[in-house]
């Protein structure tokens, strides 16, 4: 495991942009150096550890990309039907079957998809579009221009262009991408371990009993250990499940010097507010290095961005929406720069509001809301009844983020708004 200095985290207490903490964990949080070799069939959502330059050109020659009859187009007449004889045939994956002589000048070739364009050809002529004559040959409309239904060798990509850069999560793309250079390996980093922890005497296990409405503890389910584990899962880390650990400053200290040991990364939620009962602050302390992170988000308090025996430590709200908030846009862009990817911002497609909303300037909101086509087929975005950052159904009935900006101060149905899915940022 990398050693993380003390300080790395020490950004100063100033109100950052989520932006800026993303650029500024993606320029100090180091890569791990490890790397292994993994079989493409295993590769999707791994980072990819170096350039990938292609070993060969896409095609490797030029080929047809149509059923149909392959000449050269000095050969055609200029404005009427061509009738040329059929020199040969030419399928994919086979060798040329010549039909008389050898020489193909001023003939056709009957060609099929995939197959290598005779030398000396140049265009190819649908199959559709043609017809036979009774003694064997073939009728040629005009109308094409030389090269057409022709694919070139390396006009996908050539031999040492850069296939996929380092860095990349590899998609299923990629990997067919690879399979099609040759590669049936792949270098990718190793994959990260996180070990996560609830804290707070309030959370229970799921399906353990509860006291509800109880004037005593405990009276909640742990959400957010089961939301942030899914949630690193589907960054590819491998994930230690350290439980609900009590608000209590020795067994807190105990339970992360051991997890420092084994893991790349620790995540908490809970528990790192200022309240008398936090005691994860205390125990990071005496360990490491704690910093707060003032984000000018809404909703998210302060993130806390630390350091336990050196490996890092990220400290996420208790209220359920604000951690997944934090996760996605800042926790995830730790768990990139660990990992040697690179962190792509996300993406907002703009979507016409269908509600109106005012909110504070100087800080960006997150409102959770659904989309859907109004009459004219626009996308427009409806907010959630219900915006509090412990509305978990906020979350699970909606489809993404109206991201307002730092100086919106109001918005009015019909304008246009910032939407980012949450399938581009989990
Ligand atoms: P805290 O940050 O510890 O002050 O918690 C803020 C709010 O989030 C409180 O209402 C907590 O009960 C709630 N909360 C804290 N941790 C969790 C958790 N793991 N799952 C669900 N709710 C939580
Ligand atoms: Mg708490």
Redesign the pocket.
Known sequence: MTQLGKDIFAAGEKPMRIEEAAAWLAARAPATPDVETISIFEADGRILAHDLIAPLALPGFDNSAVDGYAIAYKDLAATCESVLPIGGRMAAGRSFDPVGGGDLSGKAVRIFTGAMIPPGMDTVFMQEDCRLTEDGRVILPPGLKPGDNRRMRGEDINVGALALAAGRRLAPEDIGLAAALGLDRLTVRRRLKAAIF???D??VCPARPRMEGALRAPD??????FLLGALLRRQGLEVTDLGILPDDKAQIAAALHKAAKGHDLIVS?????V?EE?HVKAAILEQGSLHFWRLAIKPG?PLAMGVIDGAPFVGL????VAAFIGFVFVARALIAALSGARFNPPLAVPVISGFAYRKKAGRREFLRASLSRDASGELTAEKYAGQGA?VLTSLTRTRGFVDLAEDTVEIAPGDRVNFIDYDLIR
């Open positions: 609830s804290t707070g309030e959370l909640a389910y742990d959400a957010n250990r939620s809970g528990g790192v507010s309240g936090d308090r709200p208790g209220n359920p412990a």
